[in-house]
Nanobody, 125 residues
């Protein structure tokens, strides 16, 4: 699986952005998909994920109600709609996929097999 993330940019606080992640490979629909981010000087952290083809999203508490993760299996695309952005959301955002993961491991980046190159989101105050 190869992943290509896009859609980052500079936005003012309170604004919105939609990140996209294009995937290649034959088994996208059965994969768990997720977004992580790494802020300057911080560790990579979980943002959101969809477990396999459950359709049910999981979110970090810090983004719940502001971010929406979605997938289009026919197009092999993963999205992250971000609203009410805050300066604390500034980070490089990565998409990732996992083939062998259980529900309790969703937030663990070490359980993801493939990663996109990252796209920078900068939120100005």
């Amino acid at each position: 699986v190869q992943l290509q993330a896009s859609g980052g940019g500079l936005v003012q606080a309170g604004g919105s952005l939609r990140l996209s992640c294009a995937a290649s490979g034959h088994t996208f629909s059965s994969l768990t998909v997720g977004w992580f981010r790494r802020a300057p000087g911080k560790e990579r952290e979980f943002v959101a994920a969809i477990f396999r083809n459950s359709g049910r999203p999981s979110y970090a508490d810090s983004v719940k109600s502001r971010f929406t993760i979605s997938r289009d299996n026919a197009k092999k695309m993963l999205y992250l709609r971000m609203s009410s952005l805050e300066p604390e959301d500034t980070a490089v955002y990565f998409c990732a996929t996992a083939s062998r993961i259980i529900l309790s491991e969703l937030k663990n980046p070490n359980r993801y097999d493939y990663w996109g190159q990252g796209t920078l989101v900068t939120v100005s105050s």
